[in-house]
Structures are given as C-alpha cells and as structure tokens.
Nanobody, 123 residues
Framework: QLQLVESGGGLVQAGGSLRLACAAS???????MGWFRQRPGNKREFVAA????????YYADSVKGRFTIARDNDRNTAFLQMDILTPDDADIYFC?????????????????WGQGIQVTVSS
C-alpha cells in the first residue's frame, strides 16, 4: 500500500507561483505519477502526469506552458511547479500513482491518492 502526502499549497496572488510536492511512503519507480484538481461538486480534473522514468510528461491544455511536472525517484517524490497562476487554478490538488503507462488522464486508472491540498489564488 502506497501512501501519498501533498505539501506546498497555500495562498498566492494571481501571476505568482507555487511548487507542490508529493511524498510517497515507498518506492515510486514502478508508478506513473499524476496530479489532479477538484472543486467541491465538480469532477476530478486531470492536470499533469509523468512516466515512471520522467521521460514522458502529459499536461491538460489549460496548464500547458505554465505547469511543470517532475519526479525524483531516489527521494520517492513527485512535484508540480505551477507558474503564472490565475484564479481559475484555485482548487484542491491531488497527487496520485498509477501502475499504468497509458491513459493517465483518467483518474480511474490511479490506485493510490493523496489527501489533497488547497491552492488559493487571489485576483
């Protein structure tokens, strides 16, 4: 059982940056890692994903060019660098791990989830 814990969220002004981290309780080398976000009452939305090696990344169109996903397998940690934040980016962000190497935009393909962390962007 892999446990994931997010950190790095908080309040930032529009145009600012935040860096989220996702620390895993065990090795993540076998897993693709993803970030999703969700507002109350809405479906969980794909943000970004990275392959086990870090060599392939995927982004939602809404964050492409502003967000960067990365991973450090030696530290069992994944990251989401978020730049040029807008109020539309304000959500609860979740880290997730998947044993799959494809279809990583679908939250149903992730077996492990963090508890979520709040990101607030003031205008």
């Amino acid at each position: 059982q892999l446990q994931l814990v997010e950190s790095g969220g908080g309040l930032v002004q529009a145009g600012g940056s935040l860096r989220l981290a996702c620390a895993a309780s065990g090795p993540i080398l076998r897993y693709s890692m993803g970030w999703f976000r969700q507002r109350p009452g809405n479906k969980r939305e794909f943000v970004a994903a990275v392959s086990w090696s870090g060599g392939t990344t995927y982004y939602a169109d809404s964050v492409k060019g502003r967000f960067t996903i990365a991973r450090d397998n030696d530290r069992n940690t994944a990251f989401l660098q978020m730049d040029i934040l807008t109020p539309d980016d304000a959500d609860i962000y979740f880290c997730a791990a998947s044993a799959r190497i494809s279809m990583l935009t679908n939250p149903n393909n992730y077996a492990y989830w963090g508890q979520g962390i709040q990101v607030t962007v003031s205008s």
